[in-house]
């Protein structure tokens, strides 16, 4: 049995055990693909993004003055810090991620304004500065939880303190077709409510709110973390953690293998193995995969 696993971990299960078992034997087993690196630089300038329009705004107690001309500086700054950054983690997806350099510039320069917009209009209606720029940007922002009591070790993408005193998590998505999302929605909730148990621990705050922020097209999505939805979710991270104990679950069946097709481990688990010789190499110091693969060919 693992002694942590992760909110994605336990979010797997949910969407399909066999998912779960997957990851649990091959963390790694799947290359990167483009889809998913361009998603992780996303991640990081939106994440950069918020934090310094934080920094800037707080600056003084009051409404940016010179926020046009400091908007444009915080895009450039933030997108030179992250493609310099994937120059050395991402060299052989460089091109692909100077490709979405434009599009993000775009959308960072929409997400600028539209928080501009808001935050000028609930000054207006008398909301205090502090409390106002502490809904539209995040406190803190990926944010590690380690649970000994929980067994759970994640990161949150972003966290908002909000005035009545309770936080509100935000988990950022970069699907770029609605019906991957809608498939995924269960499965992300599932993720978003093992932060708030995780956030509620660590800050001693309710979070009873989470939402998912669609990078894409700027929208956002909002859940209502119940009590039951905590019950469930502690479930399944037991049900997780023991997943290799009762062998390699079966593949959905029924209407619930649409799942299948939205689904990035599918190669493997149908046995399309792609892995290089050395990733196989690697891999077989766990004798379990082994043991799972005959069963499964
Ligand atoms: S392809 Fe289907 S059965 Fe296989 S892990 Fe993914 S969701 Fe589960």
Same mark, same amino acid.
């Given at each position: 049995?693992? %002694?942590?696993?992760?909110?994605?971990?336990?979010?797997?299960?949910?969407?399909?055990? +066999?998912?779960?078992?997957?990851?649990?034997?091959?963390?790694?087993?799947?290359?990167?693909?483009?889809?998913?690196?361009?998603?992780? !630089?996303?991640?990081?300038?939106?994440?950069?993004?918020?934090?310094?329009?934080?920094?800037?705004?707080?600056?003084?107690?009051?409404?940016?003055?010179?926020?046009?001309?400091?908007?444009?500086?915080?895009? &450039?700054?933030?997108?030179?810090?992250?493609?310099?950054?994937?120059?050395?983690?991402?060299?052989? /997806?460089?091109?692909?991620?100077?490709?979405?350099?434009?599009?993000?510039?775009?959308?960072?320069?929409?997400?600028?304004?539209?928080? !501009?917009?808001?935050?000028?209009?609930?000054? &207006?209606?008398?909301? =205090?500065?502090?409390?106002?720029?502490?809904?539209?940007?995040?406190?803190?922002?990926?944010?590690? /939880?380690? $649970?000994?009591?929980?067994?759970?070790?994640?990161?949150?993408?972003?966290?908002?303190?909000?005035?009545?005193?309770?936080?509100?998590?935000?988990?950022?998505?970069?699907?770029?077709? +609605?019906?991957?999302?809608?498939?995924?929605?269960?499965?992300?909730?599932?993720?978003?409510?093992?932060?708030?148990?995780?956030? &509620?621990?660590? !800050?001693?705050?309710?979070? =009873?709110?989470?939402?998912?922020?669609? $990078?894409?097209?700027? $929208?956002? %999505?909002?859940?209502?973390?119940?009590?039951?939805?905590?019950? %469930?979710?502690?479930?399944?991270?037991?049900?997780?953690?023991?997943?290799?104990?009762?062998?390699?679950?079966?593949?959905?069946?029924?209407?619930?293998?649409?799942?299948?097709?939205?689904?990035?481990?599918?190669?493997?688990?149908?046995?399309?193995?792609?892995?290089?010789?050395?990733?196989?190499?690697?891999?077989?110091?766990?004798?379990?995969? &082994?043991?799972?693969?005959?069963?499964?060919?």
């Amino acid at each position: 049995m693992k %002694e942590f696993v992760s909110p994605t971990l336990i979010a797997s299960y949910k969407y399909c055990p +066999r998912l779960c078992y997957l990851n649990t034997v091959f963390p790694h087993g799947d290359k990167k693909s483009t889809g998913t690196v361009l998603g992780i !630089f996303e991640h990081e300038v939106f994440g950069k993004h918020a934090e310094l329009t934080r920094i800037d705004w707080l600056k003084e107690n009051q409404i940016p003055k010179d926020e046009v001309f400091q908007k444009e500086q915080r895009i &450039e700054k933030v997108l030179e810090y992250a493609e310099n950054i994937a120059k050395e983690v991402y060299p052989e /997806f460089i091109g692909d991620i100077h490709n979405t350099v434009e599009n993000l510039q775009f959308r960072l320069g929409c997400i600028s304004d539209m928080r !501009f917009q808001f935050l000028s209009q609930i000054l &207006e209606e008398g909301m =205090p500065y502090e409390d106002a720029v502490n809904i539209i940007l995040p406190w803190r922002v990926e944010q590690w /939880f380690k $649970s000994d009591k929980l067994g759970i070790r994640g990161r949150a993408d972003a966290i908002y303190r909000m005035p009545d005193s309770t936080l509100l998590i935000e988990d950022i998505k970069s699907h770029n077709k +609605r019906l991957d999302a809608f498939i995924h929605k269960e499965e992300i909730k599932t993720q978003l409510t093992a932060y708030a148990v995780l956030a &509620e621990e660590m !800050f001693n705050m309710p979070t =009873p709110v989470a939402r998912i922020f669609y $990078s894409q097209d700027l $929208s956002t %999505e909002h859940f209502h973390i119940s009590d039951e939805d905590k019950e %469930e979710l502690i479930q399944i991270k037991n049900e997780a953690k023991n997943v290799l104990e009762n062998g390699l679950p079966p593949k959905l069946s029924g209407k619930e293998s649409i799942k299948c097709k939205f689904c990035y481990k599918r190669n493997l688990c149908f046995g399309f193995d792609r892995r290089t010789d050395d990733e196989v190499l690697d891999q077989t110091k766990e004798p379990k995969q &082994e043991q799972w693969k005959s069963q499964w060919r």
